[in-house]
């Protein structure tokens, strides 16, 4: 079954760096689920972060292009993501995310994502 659990999170000053991790279950990397980062801002619907596919394709968001970096260990069943050159508006509880094709980088879709893991707070402060 599929168990996701994230940790790296905190607060930090505006342009410094952070790393999340997510441990998940050897089973979400045996039956080659799709792995992501989301956010969700205050007052705002979760969102996706970076994803990568079954067949190790990367994908980010426009906000995050050249300050995240998406990574995935199969050898200890973690998706990593290093942050840096953090902003203000990075902050937001950031949750790991499993599921197959139903994980896109359209937000609209979201809702749709069936694994989700009980998310870690970033707070970037000015």
């Known amino acids: 079954q599929v168990q996701l659990l994230e940790s790296g999170g905190g607060s930090v000053q505006s342009g410094g760096s952070l790393r999340l991790s997510c441990a998940t279950s050897?089973?979400?990397?045996?039956?080659?689920?799709?792995l992501g980062w989301f956010r969700q801002r205050s007052g705002n619907w979760r969102e996706p972060v970076a994803i990568i596919d079954h067949k190790g394709i990367i994908r980010y968001a426009d906000f995050v292009k050249g300050r995240f970096t998406l990574s995935k260990d199969s050898a200890k069943n973690t998706l990593d993501l290093q942050m840096s050159s953090l902003k203000p508006e990075d902050t937001a509880m950031y949750y790991c995310?499993?599921?197959?094709?139903?994980?896109?980088?359209?937000?609209?879709?979201?809702?749709?994502?069936?694994?989700w893991g009980q998310g870690t707070q970033v707070t970037v402060s000015s």
């Open positions: 050897e089973y979400t990397f045996t039956y080659d689920y799709y």
């Open positions: 995310a499993a599921d197959w094709e139903r994980m896109t980088m359209n937000p609209v879709r979201t809702p749709e994502i069936g694994y």
